[in-house]
């Protein structure tokens, strides 16, 4: 069973930057493609960012590229998502996901089979 547990959530200003992990158990990383999610009170989850199997390609929302990077550390099993020049309207819960690559689009909920419980990110203008 694959397991991811987020954190590095708290409570910021605008402008600050927050780091948040992703550490992941039950399978080793190199199996999956894995990105972040977000979901702010009252919306859809949105995609935010992927990072490839081989590390080879990034993809980022419109709204964080720019100020967002994602990248993994596989002696470690875990995927980090650095975030810069955060706004208030970053605050959300972020999720981490894992799935199989090649099977659906990166950006698509459904492309992933493994998610985290979340953690929050809250932005104070």
């Known amino acids: 069973q694959v397991q991811l547990v987020e954190s590095g959530g708290g409570l910021v200003q605008a402008g600050d930057s927050l780091r948040l992990s992703c550490s992941v158990s039950?399978?080793?990383?190199?199996?999956?493609?894995m990105g972040w999610f977000r979901q702010a009170p009252g919306k859809e989850r949105e995609f935010v960012s992927t990072?490839?199997?081989?590390?080879?390609?990034?993809y980022y929302s419109d709204s964080v590229k720019g100020r967002f990077t994602i990248s993994r550390d596989s002696a470690k099993n875990t995927v980090y998502l650095q975030m810069n020049s955060l706004k208030p309207e970053d605050t959300a819960v972020y999720y981490c996901?894992?799935?199989?690559?090649?099977?659906?689009?990166?950006?698509?909920?459904?492309?992933?089979?493994?998610w985290g419980q979340g953690t929050q990110v809250t932005v104070s203008s």
């Open positions: 990072i490839t199997r081989n590390d080879k390609n990034t």
């Open positions: 039950g399978r080793t990383l190199s199996s999956y493609i």
């Open positions: 996901a894992a799935g199989p690559p090649g099977r659906f689009s990166y950006r698509d909920r459904i492309a992933y089979d493994y």
